[in-house]
């Protein structure tokens, strides 16, 4: 039986209506960041409080994404009758946001781009390693490699969640792919996209001048709680996936 948006609770419809709004607002900065091409990428959140995620159409144009073009879907990744037009069809990678929706309680948000740096480094199925201070801040670590999966089914969100459960990462690279980035919200994990390309492509730069040295494992922690738990204004700035 679908489920219809109309016959929620009117709470529930506002936070949807609000998700979307964030969801459309947000593809923006895949292509502010040019992170994406064409009609590639995607950004979901989950709406809080709910059993339910909104992501972006497939195969639509960034410059047509409104609020009324985003699909609401259950963390089963089926449509809902949310009034969206029968044609708008949730995005290919659905399946896989909602595997790490249904699997990571803390993810909030999920971004995949094919930005060329972090896809570079995941078609050499290499992880990036951590040799710059702002990857300390931002990934604790290595930006580690998941495995190849066809797109389809929800072969990818379980190479993300097995990559990334028990990592401070927020980025995954998978491999012959692209970055997969979570977050607590959507707007964390495109914050990670952003991050993911801008230390690939420092650390891609480095290494054509010579070897790449690793921080310090200890040195890492440092930067990381520090960056996690004390920068910013709010101290909430950091994705918080210990």
Same mark, same amino acid.
Not at 15 to 26: D, F, G, H, K, N
Not at 35 to 53: C, H, I, K, M, Q
Not at 106 to 122: D, F, I, L, P, R
Not at 182 to 188: C, L, Q, S, V, W
């Given at each position: 039986?679908?489920?219809?948006?109309?016959?929620l609770?009117?709470?529930?419809?506002e936070?949807?209506?609000?998700?979307?709004?964030?969801?459309?607002?947000?593809h923006?900065?895949?292509?502010?960041?040019?992170?994406?091409?064409?009609? *590639?990428?995607?950004?979901?959140?989950?709406?809080?409080?709910?059993?339910?995620?909104?992501?972006?159409?497939?195969?639509?144009?960034y410059?047509?994404?409104?609020?009324?073009?985003?699909?609401?879907?259950?963390?089963e990744?089926?449509?809902?009758?949310?009034g969206?037009?029968?044609?708008?069809?949730?995005?290919?990678d659905t399946?896989?946001?909602?595997?790490?929706?249904?699997?990571?309680a !803390?993810?909030?948000?999920?971004?995949?781009?094919?930005?060329?740096?972090?896809?570079?480094?995941?078609i050499?199925?290499?992880a990036?390693?951590?040799v710059?201070t702002?990857?300390?801040?931002?990934?604790?670590?290595?930006v580690?490699v998941?495995p190849?999966?066809i797109i389809?089914?929800?072969s990818?969100?379980?190479?993300?969640?097995?990559?990334l459960?028990?990592s401070h990462?927020?980025?995954?690279?998978?491999?012959?792919h692209?970055?997969?980035t979570?977050?607590?919200?959507?707007?964390?994990a495109?914050?990670? *996209?952003?991050?993911?390309?801008?230390?690939?492509?420092?650390?891609? *730069?480095?290494?054509?001048?010579? !070897?790449?040295?690793?921080?310090?494992?200890?040195?890492?922690?440092?930067?990381?709680d520090?960056y996690?738990?004390?920068?910013?204004?709010?101290?909430?700035?950091?994705?918080?996936?210990?």
């Open positions: 039986m679908t489920l219809v948006l109309t016959e609770a009117p709470e529930i419809q936070a949807v209506q609000a998700c979307r709004e964030r969801v459309a607002a947000l923006s900065e895949l292509t502010r960041y040019a992170l994406v091409v064409w009609t *590639a990428g995607n950004v979901s959140e989950r709406v809080p409080g709910t059993d339910l995620f909104v992501i972006k159409p497939s195969g639509v144009s410059d047509e994404l409104t609020p009324e073009t985003m699909v609401v879907c259950t963390l990744g089926e449509k809902i009758a949310d969206t037009p029968a044609h708008l069809q949730p995005s290919s399946a896989a946001h909602a595997y790490v929706y249904r699997n990571m !803390e993810v909030g948000g999920v971004v995949h781009t094919h930005s060329t740096y972090a896809t570079a480094w995941a050499r199925g290499e990036i390693p951590c710059m702002m990857m300390g801040d931002e990934f604790g670590g290595d580690p998941g190849f999966a389809g089914d929800d990818i969100g379980r190479g993300i969640v097995e990559t459960s028990g990462s927020p980025a995954v690279l998978m491999r012959n692209g970055p997969f979570i977050g607590k919200d959507a707007r964390n495109v914050k990670a *996209a952003v991050m993911v390309e801008e230390v690939a492509r420092t650390a891609h *730069a480095a290494r054509l001048l010579g !070897e790449l040295v690793p921080l310090d494992p200890a040195i890492i922690d440092r930067l990381y520090r996690q738990n004390v920068y910013g204004q709010n101290q909430q700035e950091g994705t918080q996936y210990a």
